[in-house]
Every structure is written in structure tokens, then in C-alpha cells.
């Protein structure tokens, strides 16, 4: 038997749709048979949710419209197909979401119940009491702060991380809690769903079991060119490549992006994998940040930086995180060298990339204006290497302000003369 998606509706649709997956009109019927099993064993994959719906294991706020309605229609898959990593791009209402979740399965979580023991260590088989259950969702908020979240109860933290409705005083049922559950062991939800409101997050509309849909905000072409491949392999730009005018925009974009996120809590959020494809742009050039899985606030920072083994500092890289190493203890510091800037300058404005195609960088070929005194803010903001102990070091924040001012200045200038 099928899922709750996969009804007559649901093929009907796929049949319809097959276009979108960009696939060439197969004549043999052999083959659109073959096409037609591959879609249907990808729903089923991908949407066990309903499956578990239906028998009412999950639940969600979403639930609906992804397993009775169909409203979320399945486009295509955004993430590598061996990565255990859910990121699909979906239809909703006529507009684009993204469907996301750590795990493939709910059964890739852990369960509720072996998480609460009695007293005398004995493992309860059982769901746990509501104010059993309020401990653990405060102890699990605790993954990506660390420290205990100022001026909010245990009963608000609920009603934040979860989008039904919830009175203080009832229980929730045993799909509420396990669907909750599997989401609070999602760290980028839980940042993303706390800092529900900011503008440099993505909106969560909801979520079914432990998938969760969120505004989509793609990087777009101004932040992550197309790129074209002749026949040696090589990959170039496109000759139609955003003006510098949207190019300087995103790039005031993100340095105030980097401002807000020293301001967003108790302790400064780090960024530890910049890519392009890890932030969204917005219509009025504002940036999110679409994939937090490895972003820390300082005191877990310290926690993941200090803990490694060295003998050099290239030993206490925490992907574009860098630390220096004590040779003496062979211990890595678990204070960061570098910092948020540096690493945007680095793999964003000037593009440098370790693996993949080369790539100018978003500040790439700026007006003859402004080239030197931009390219020589953008040289100090990524470097260059201490001659001591080759290590990456801050970016100064009159570092940014320089960079700001040039950027502003060539818009102003590019304004009087159109």
C-alpha cells in the first residue's frame, strides 16, 4: 500500500508533472514506465511522513496539506542523494518552500521514551510526564546555546519551538511529543525556529513528524553565478553576470548581516562553512542564513575548538573556524583566530575556494574608481597570514567600515551619473 501521498491525486499530478524534472519526451513506453516507478519510489522515500500520519505516530501543523490536501507538491531534491540530509524544493499554494530534516526517517532519531529513566536508573517505557517532558526540551534548547536561554520559561520554549496549538496545562499527545522530539534534535531548527522574527533567518511556516517547510531564499545569481562548461571541461562564468551596482548591494548586505549577528543574542554567533549556497538573498538585498548546521555560539565554539589534539595550527580548523595550536601541550586553543568577516572576505567577496571551480568572488572586477583602495580593504580583510605563526588573524571591524564606505560611494557615484 502507498503512503498518504501517494493516492491517484498524488500520481495524477506526477504524471502532469514530469516536466519540471527537465527530462526529454520518451516515445518508448518501456521507458516512461520506468520514469513513472523512479518518481513513485522517490515519494516514498521521501514522504514516510504521511505513512506515519496516517497511523497517527506524527503529527503537525502541516501535516495536512502535505498528506490529505497535497497543497506541498514534490519538486526535486537540492541536496546530495547520499547525504542523509532532507532538502527538497516543493510548491505550496502556488509558491516555492523548502521541505528539510537532518534524518531520512523518523526511526533515525531517537525516541522519546528511551531518553527518561526513574529515579533508580531503571529505563521507563513509557512517554514521560508534561513537566518531565518540559526538562528535556529545555535541556535539548541547551545543544546550541549551551548556557541556559535568559527570560523564558520552559513552557514558552514549547510554544516557540512548536507551531500547534498547546495550552499550558494539557498534555500533549504521544505524535505531538515524539514529532516535537525529533525536531529539537535538529540544531538548524532549533536556531532557526528560535530566531523566528529576524530578518536573517528564513520563516518556518511548519511541520509534519520531523520535516519542517521553510520560506525559500535563494543565493540567485548576484551571490552564485551560472556557470557554463566548454569542451575542456572548464568551467567559466556566464558572459551575462549581474551588474556591480546588485553585486555591492549584496556585499552591504552581508556586512550588515555580520554586524546584526554580534547583536542577535548573549554571546556572538559563529560561522563555521561559508559558502555561497548557505545564504539566501532577499528582493531588498537583505541576507539570510539558510543553513546553519554549523554555526555555534562562543562558549560551544570553545567547547569544539579546544577539544582537538595538534601538533600545527592547520590541526585546529574547524572547516573556515581556525584556532591556533599550543605546540607545547599539542593542544588547539579553543579561543577562534579568526572571525565571521575574515571568512566572508575570504570565501565570499574575493572567492577563494580550497575544492570545486574557480570563482572571481562577489567584489570580482569593481569600477576603475574604486579598484585599488577596494581590493587593498579586501587583501587586510583576509589576510594576510601573521609572518610569526601563519595563522589567520580578525578582521577589524575599520576594516568593514572601510569596505562599507567604498561600496556605498561607488552606488552614490553610479546614481549621478545614470
Not at 551560472?226 to 572548464?234: A, D, I, S, Y
Not at 589534539?309 to 572547516?319: A, G, I
Request: net charge neutral.
Amino acid at each position: 500500500m502507498w503512503p498518504g501521498s501517494l493516492n491517484r491525486k498524488a500520481v495524477q499530478i506526477r504524471r502532469r508533472e514530469l516536466h519540471y524534472l527537465n527530462w526529454p519526451m520518451f516515445s518508448s513506453s518501456l521507458l516512461v514506465t520506468s520514469v513513472m516507478l523512479w518518481v513513485i519510489m522517490t515519494l516514498k522515500k521521501y514522504f514516510t511522513e504521511c505513512e506515519e500520519y496516517t497511523s497517527n505516530k506524527v503529527t503537525g501543523n502541516l501535516c495536512p496539506d502535505l498528506c490529505t490536501t497535497h497543497s506541498i507538491i514534490y519538486r526535486e531534491c537540492l541536496n546530495n542523494k547520499k547525504d542523509r540530509k532532507r532538502v527538497m524544493l516543493a510548491e505550496w499554494n502556488a509558491h516555492k518552500v523548502i521541505l528539510k530534516s537532518r534524518y531520512s526517517h523518523l526511526q533515525d532519531y531517537k525516541s522519546l521514551m528511551p531518553e527518561y529513566m526513574k529515579d533508580e536508573g531503571k529505563m521507563v517505557t513509557s512517554l514521560p510526564d508534561m513537566a518531565t517532558f518540559l526538562m528535556l526540551v529545555q535541556n535539548q534548547l541547551r545543544t546550541i546555546f549551551v548556557v541556559d536561554t535568559p527570560d523564558i520559561t520552559r513552557t514558552e520554549i514549547v510554544k516557540k519551538m512548536w507551531q500547534m496549538p498547546w495550552e499550558d496545562h494539557e498534555t500533549m499527545s504521544t505524535a505531538a511529543m515524539e514529532s516535537l522530539w525529533a525536531l529539537l534534535q535538529q540544531d538548524e531548527y532549533l536556531m532557526m525556529q528560535y530566531f523566528q522574527g529576524n530578518k536573517h533567518f528564513p520563516k518556518i511556516y511548519g511541520s509534519c513528524g520531523h520535516m519542517y517547510v521553510m520560506e525559500y531564499t535563494p543565493p540567485g545569481d548576484t551571490l552564485s553565478p551560472p556557470l557554463v562548461f566548454f569542451k575542456t571541461g572548464l568551467p567559466v562564468e556566464l558572459t551575462s553576470t549581474p551588474d556591480w551596482n546588485k553585486r555591492a548591494n549584496v556585499a552591504l548586505g552581508f556586512l550588515t548581516f555580520l554586524e546584526d549577528l554580534n547583536t542577535l543574542y548573549t554571546e556572538p554567533l559563529h560561522l563555521c562553512d561559508v559558502k555561497h549556497e548557505n545564504y539566501g538573498v532577499s528582493a531588498d538585498f537583505t541576507i539570510q542564513a539558510i543553513d546553519v548546521d554549523t554555526a555555534f555560539f562562543e562558549t560551544k565554539m570553545q567547547a569544539i575548538l579546544g577539544q582537538k589534539s595538534c601538533t600545527k595550527n592547520e590541526d585546529c580548523e574547524f572547516v573556515h573556524c581556525e584556532s591556533s595550536c599550543d605546540l607545547r601541550h599539542r593542544r588547539c586553543s579553543k579561543y577562534r583566530s579568526n572571525n565571521n568577516l575574515q571568512a566572508i572576505c575570504k570565501k565570499i567577496f574575493v572567492g577563494h575556494r580550497e575544492h570545486g571551480p574557480p570563482y572571481g568572488g562577489l567584489l570580482r572586477s569593481p569600477p576603475a574608481a574604486i579598484a585599488d583602495r577596494l581590493n587593498k580593504a579586501l587583501q587586510e580583510c583576509v589576510g594576510p597570514l601573521s609572518e610569526s605563526d601563519n595563522q589567520s588573524h580578525e578582521a577589524s571591524a575599520k576594516t568593514l567600515e572601510t569596505i562599507r564606505s567604498i561600496l556605498s560611494e561607488s552606488l552614490q557615484s553610479n546614481e549621478r551619473i545614470t
